[in-house]
């Protein structure tokens, strides 16, 4: 793209962008959560005026940023793309986000009765009479009756409350129960995230879910001995409900996560389990549900339709991917790695400037092959040789989708420094310890894994452009 100038105040426009007006005009589907909207298709990305925040990276900012890093583009198409190009639309200015005073939490007011609520979760979400009924009678679920604001209208939801170590009130997740529009889903204002809705047993064992709906399903579907175990419904996918519960309850050793089968649910869950592995858990196991979440599960099983699985793009595109690298292992040479690896960077990083993606990706497989065949040979320097199977196997586990998230452009420079980290290692004087070879050797795979994973994500981005406009059609015609 040409140099442009852009004016301090075309920038400051750019910078102040409604980015869920902006969005919605890109094609992406947002729900309300609260103050905030969350991308249908990220979780973990809440947006509020001109401002987003990835829970799961850890990171945020403005519009400028979050087109950056999630459209890929340079700072001047990025300023072109939120301005709307001469001919473009227009985008309104966000409106001064007002700085909200924490509210004290209280419980939305209950119901005479729990008529509603029983049938909501029993006959149209298939749970257990008896699994539901313990948690009403630890006041855990009620069924709750609020005025509409001119005060004519009755509205009653479902309420998952969450207690402290105290017994008392600490968070309440409320869901609606009619099957018109969209569900209502949100956490009462002024609640506590450590306490969401949660069960505490006796045993080691600790199942983490997202939505308090999982929980009840899945302890429909696996009702032996449930009362021994601990369960925590995330209420979404941050980690703070988890922690606490851990924290709180140090007889528990054994986390099972059991977030939902799709793109969201399984990067969370990756997430979660660098989480736990830092904080020394060493006993982590994923349970993912036949179908998209555990209700869909019990829907399957009475013969009902349910929403299928959705498997992760990256996971579908990987191992095809690493298969290909393997290949090119075979025929690399180490010779030159020392000039090779550098100049593929170049090759990417210009390639990309110019619009080829495809050679830009081919450079990328190249050099994860001639790091990847580094591994091998640190590998058969310790007396350990690595069959290409296995060198495979390795890369594919080493490329996780939660940690594969940001854009390509701004990547070779990344990698290039990475490389540089592990040739000063190569090259340090002296000779190395068992331990040093070993961690050298890691650093070869690291490297790999990290070349590979650019194909991987535009493969799998091009995957999921393809998986949207084939569901378009669909959705016309319906």
Known sequence: MPYIHFTEEQKARAASVDLVEFLRRQGEKLTRSGPEYRMTSDHSITIRGSEWYDHA????????SFVREFYDLSYPETIACLLGGE??????????QKVEEK??????PASRN??????????????????????VQEGLIYESCELSKDRTREYHNAVFVGKDENGAARHAHKRSMNDVGQAFRINEAGCDPRYSFHYIGKSDRLYVFEAPIDLLSFLTRYPRDWQEHSYVSLCGTSEHAALWMLEQNPHIQRIGLCLDHDEAGIE???RLEDILREKGYAAVQRFLPEHKDWNEDLKARLGLPALEAEEHPQSVVTPEVCGRISERVIAARLDYIEQDIPNLIDYCKTSLRLGEPERAMECMEQAAALALAAYGRELRQLGEPCPPSM?????????????NRTGLKHRPAELAVRFQDVLTKVKADGIRSEREK?????????????FAKMPVKYEADLLKKEQRQAIKPKMEVM
């Open 57 to 64: 990276i850890k990171r945020g900012g403005g519009p400028i």
């Open 87 to 96: 001919q473009g639309e227009v985008y309104p200015i966000a409106k001064k």
């Open 103 to 108: 509210k004290e939490f209280t419980l939305p």
């Open 114 to 135: 729990l008529r509603w609520v029983y049938a909501y979760l029993l006959q149209r979400r298939y749970l257990s009479r008896e699994v539901v009924s313990a948690f």
């Open 268 to 270: 969370a869950a990756g």
């Open 391 to 403: 060198l495979t196997e390795r890369l594919c586990h080493s490329i996780r989708p939660h940690q």
């Open 438 to 450: 070993r961690a050298l050797a890691s650093d070869w795979l690291a490297l790999a894994a990290a």
